[in-house]
């Protein structure tokens, strides 16, 4: 039996765990943690000029979801600002609710739709979003 939540593309990316470590000089470091299954996730990031990301990295320990996850924004995050990451989580919390679409370059996120039928797993997915969130609220006054 296998169950489609955990289809190859899913532990491909999970595997390929894109930006995956710290960045040796970050301006912002943020972390979050899901307290149902243990899930934790710390994130670095180093905006440029403007306010958007310029680096990212992230260390998981944490299922293949929250991992898939990070890896997704590992690949995309650089050249997003604040208001486009928050817009991503709003766009893929509707998309575990079975609404809206997702906006490229984080399209990819759909590969994680089928946890949409498992609520418990949608703070798995929304993890390295928030931490990256977190992250960016660093240096504000």
């Given at each position: ?16 765990a894109v ?109 390295p979003i ?12």
């Open positions: 039996m296998s169950d489609p939540l955990y289809g190859k593309p899913l532990l491909r990316l999970a595997a390929d930006g995956a470590g710290r960045l040796a000089e970050f301006d912002g470091e943020g972390s979050a943690y899901n307290p149902a299954c243990g899930d934790r996730i710390r994130v670095t990031i180093r905006r440029d000029a403007n306010g958007r990301i310029a680096a990212m990295a992230h260390e998981a320990q944490a299922c293949v979801l929250t991992q898939a996850s990070a890896s997704i924004l590992g690949s995309h995050a650089v050249g997003a600002d604040e208001t486009k990451l928050r817009d991503l989580r709003d766009e893929v919390l509707a998309m575990l609710r079975g609404e809206g679409a997702l906006s490229p370059p984080f399209d990819g996120y759909a590969v994680l739709k089928p946890a949409a039928i498992h609520r418990n797993r949608h703070a798995c997915v929304l993890l928030d931490a990256i969130l977190n992250a960016l609220e660093q240096g504000k006054d």
